[in-house]
């Protein structure tokens, strides 16, 4: 079963920058996609980047395409997302996602809708 922890959340400026954590556990083959969303109150999860473990591609919703960037570190079983020039606009409970597929290339995680693994989220507000 996988298990994923986030962190890095918190309060910032308008303009400034945090970068979230994804911790991740269980089987790699269950987790080979990964994904970064956000939700508020009221408004559908929407996501925001995603990563193929595997040789580490990447998509990003428009919104965020330009400031936010995913990473990983494979030693770490860590999953990032950077967030710089933050807008108000980004306040929001963060969540890390995961779904195993096929290992033998990311176009179908980078499309991929469907995660059945979440984190607990983590809050990010930004003050204008």
């Known amino acids: 079963q996988v298990q994923l922890v986030e962190s890095g959340g918190g309060s910032v400026e308008a303009g400034g920058s945090l970068r979230l954590s994804c911790a991740a556990s269980?089987?790699?083959?269950?987790?080979?996609?990964m994904a970064w969303f956000r939700q508020t109150p009221g408004v559908e999860r929407e996501a925001l980047a995603r990563?193929?473990?595997?040789?580490?591609?990447?998509r990003y919703a428009d919104s965020v395409k330009g400031r936010f960037t995913i990473s990983q570190d494979k030693a770490k079983n860590t999953v990032y997302l950077q967030m710089n020039s933050l807008k108000s606009d980004d306040t929001a409970t963060y969540y890390c996602?995961?779904?195993?597929?096929?290992?033998?290339?990311?176009?179908?995680?980078?499309?991929?809708?469907?995660?059945?693994?979440w984190g607990q989220g983590t809050q990010v507000t930004v003050s204008s």
């Open positions: 996602a995961a779904q195993g597929g096929p290992s033998y290339g990311g176009a179908w995680c980078l499309m991929n809708t469907h995660f059945p693994a």
């Open positions: 990563i193929y473990v595997g040789d580490g591609s990447t």
């Open positions: 269980g089987s790699r083959f269950d987790r080979n996609c």
